[in-house]
Structure formats: C-alpha cells, structure tokens
C-alpha cells in the first residue's frame, strides 16, 4: 500500500504541474457557477410568483422550490453529474496513455512494483484529482448557509445536502475507474477520453431507453442505469442498493485494468 500510495503522489505532482489540471478546475468552477446562478434565479422567480399568487396556483412540480435544498442544491448536484461526465475523462485519460506515449511505462513495468500497486496508485491519483475538482462545487451551498435562512433557521438541510454531495462524489470516483481502466489500452490521450466518454454516456442514459421496453427488461435496464442509481442519493435518501452497484462498478474496471497491466507485463 505504501508503494501505491507513492504512485498516487506522484500522479498528483505531475497533474498539477501541468496546464491541463487546472484548465479542467476552472471550467468546473466556471460552469457550475454559472448553472448555479442560472438556477437561483429561477428559484427567486418562481418564490416572487408563489408570494403573488399563492403555492396552490402553481404547477405542481413547483413544489421543489419551497426550499432552497430541493430548489436549488439537489438541481445543482444532477447538473455537477452532468457536468462531471465530461470532465473526468479528460482527468483519467492521461493516467496510464500518457506514459506509454513517452515510453516510461515500460521501465515502469520492469521495476518490482506490483501491478495491483500500479493500478491503486494511478487510481488513487485520479481519485485525487477528481474530488478536487467536485470539492469546487461545495463552495455552493456553503454560500448559500452563510446567506440564506429558513423556517428552522438554518437555509439549508444539510443531512440531505451532504448525501447528494457524496453521491456526486461516487459517481467521479466510478467515472475514474471505468477511464483508468480504457487508459490502460491505448497510448492516445484523446482516443483514451473519447472512447471514456462514449462508455459512460450511453450507459448513463439507459434509464431513457428501457422506458421503451417491455419488463423485464425494463427493469433490469433501469437497475443499470447510472442516473437511476444516483437519483435516490442526490434527493438525500440512502440506498445500500446503490453503493453496491457503484462499489461493483469500480471493483470490476480496477480488475479489468490489473489483467490489462499485468498482460502488457508479460507481452
């Protein structure tokens, strides 16, 4: 552990000495603020009109904006996901292409390192980056708290707030996996990040297509589905069922990326 530990230091060095890290930060922080003013605003309008014309004349969907956690948080927390699934293969894309580019993750292969310490290293590294740029984000409802107020007091519910949170988080940490992973085949940073975005972005959407299926295949699609997975977190309820998909999910890529390096070993 204390040689993956070692590696995933290194992995962080590295990133931050370069432009690249640091570009994806500020496209994170740029993005996310500007959804997140976008989506304060709508919740002002749509408070303005309940003041106006009372909750009961207003849609029924427009229950969410009673409160600034629902109204505003959990939304931000769907567009961060979103938002996520573009900017964490452009973190993993370089972690293993980048040194077979410059011939360094052969000497690497040659030295005692296992190849288990390689892959949690690289992993870890990623991981790293990853809650770097999602911890961005909390700065959100941090404002909002310092602000804003509610009927208890505080403006936001903080229980719900943090699990949504910790759901985003998951879902980069498996972003990261599955990226390491398709890093691990190819030399090509960018072949690395399209063919991580083309995995993820079909099986993040499944949930629309098994709605055009019949059971039990709508079901079992569904159950795949990343969003549908997620949903449960980001509106603060805790499901076992979703940690063990997303923990399966990331077991099985870091699996798949061990027999991938250890098979380039002995190649």
Not at 17 to 40: E, K, N, Q, R
Not at 171 to 197: H, K, N, P, R, Y
Request: glycine content about 6%; proline content about 4%; charged content about 10%.
């Amino acid at each position: 552990m204390r040689t993956a530990l070692a590696i995933a230091r290194k992995e962080l060095a590295v990133a931050f000495t370069t432009p690249w890290a640091y570009a994806v930060f500020t496209a994170m922080a740029a993005l996310s603020s500007f959804f997140f003013v976008s989506l304060l605003e709508q919740f002002q309008q749509v408070q303005s009109l309940a003041r106006e014309h009372g909750w009961s004349k207003l849609p029924p969907d427009s229950i969410i904006y009673r409160n600034l956690t629902d109204g505003v948080v959990v939304q931000l927390w769907g567009v961060v996901m979103i938002l996520t699934l573009f900017v964490a293969p452009f973190l993993s894309m370089r972690l293993f292409a980048e040194e077979k580019r410059q011939k360094t993750f052969a000497l690497l292969l040659t030295t005692p390192v296992r190849p288990v310490d390689i892959v949690l290293g690289k992993y870890l590294g990623g991981l790293g980056l990853i809650f770097i740029t999602l911890g961005l984000t909390l700065v959100f409802p941090v404002l909002l708290s310092l602000v804003g107020s509610g009927p208890s007091g505080s403006a936001l519910e903080w229980p719900t707030v943090l699990l949504g949170y910790s759901g985003v988080l998951l879902w980069g940490a498996t972003c990261m996996a599955v990226g390491l992973f398709i890093s691990a085949l190819t030399e090509s940073q960018m072949l690395a990040a399209f063919l991580t975005f083309a995995v993820l972005l079909p099986w993040m959407l499944l949930r629309g297509v098994a709605q055009s299926t019949a059971e039990p295949l709508r079901s079992f699609l569904s159950y795949l589905a990343f969003d549908a997975q997620l949903q449960g977190m980001l509106q603060g309820v805790l499901e076992v069922q979703a940690l063990v998909f997303f923990a399966s999910v990331i077991l099985f890529s870091l699996l798949l990326t061990h027999r991938a390096v250890e098979a380039q070993r002995y190649a």
